[in-house]
T-cell receptor
Framework: KQEVTQIPAALSVPEGENLVLNCSFTDSAIYNLQWFRQDPGKGLTSLLLIQSSQREQTSGRLNASLDKSSGRSTLYIAASQPGDSATYLCAVRKETSGSRLTFGEGTQLTVNP | NAGVTQTPKFQVLKTGQSMTLQCAQDMNHNSMYWYRQDPGMGLRLIYYSASEGTTDKGEVPNGYNVSRLNKREFSLRLESAAPSQTSVYFC????????????FGPGTRLTVT
């Protein structure tokens, strides 16, 4: 059974700092991996999606990498801002599970002004 | 483009009552999903529908039923609510094939007393 773990569970940083969020998964047979953002009381917003054949994806200040063989992904946020404060979740789609996703529990990020 | 919409936003039920959560998407997606999100458990898949006319169980289907009314709408029914079903429920949709990127609704916060 695929398990997805995110460390740390919570992170507090000062504004302007570069930071890395980690995601690990137990079964390397994945089709792709998505990073989501969730604001308090809101739904999930897809940030980046990395296909299993890709090493990284970038969008603005966000960069996500994927090392499928070691079962790891990182989300790098450059020059963090208070508006980046949210919970960040990663989710993997297994090759054999159709379109179903398995989620990690998320990292709650607070960026202090 | 409203994306994925859910009704109601909040609901309080007494144990044993029934209710239906509604979900609709206007992105012409084939696949739709129902998740629940609980502290310490992350997001777990309840049911999904790969295409109109098909539904399949996810990780935690007990106590729920679903109906894929048409391509746009996918409803979740609780026949006899229990306190263990207190949760935040999210509906999502995705294309079939390609990246299978999932798009989420804003959620329904359900409390069963």
């Amino acid at each position: 059974k695929q398990e997805v773990t995110q460390i740390p569970a919570a992170l507090s940083v000062p504004e302007g700092e570069n930071l890395v969020l980690n995601c690990s998964f137990t079964d390397s047979a994945i089709y792709n991996l998505q990073w989501f953002r969730q604001d308090p009381g809101k739904g999930l917003t897809s940030l980046l999606l990395i296909q299993s054949s890709q090493r990284e994806q970038t969008s603005g200040r966000l960069n996500a990498s994927l090392d499928k063989s070691s079962g790891r992904s990182t989300l790098y946020i450059a020059a963090s801002q208070p508006g980046d404060s949210a919970t960040y979740l990663c989710a993997v789609r297994k090759e054999t599970s159709g379109s179903r996703l398995t989620f990690g529990e998320g990292t709650q990020l607070t960026v202090n002004p | 483009n409203a994306g994925v919409t859910q009704t109601p936003k909040f609901q309080v039920l007494k144990t044993g009552q029934s209710m239906t959560l509604q979900c609709a998407q206007d992105m012409n997606h084939n696949s739709m999903y129902w998740y629940r999100q609980d502290p310490g458990m992350g997001l777990r898949l309840i049911y999904y529908s790969a295409s109109e006319g098909t539904t399949d169980k996810g990780e935690v289907p007990n106590g729920y039923n679903v109906s894929r009314l048409n391509k746009r709408e996918f409803s979740l029914r609780l026949e006899s609510a229990a306190p263990s079903q207190t949760s935040v429920y999210f509906c999502a949709s995705s294309t079939s094939g390609g990246a299978w990127r999932q798009y989420f609704g804003p959620g329904t916060r359900l409390t069963v007393t």
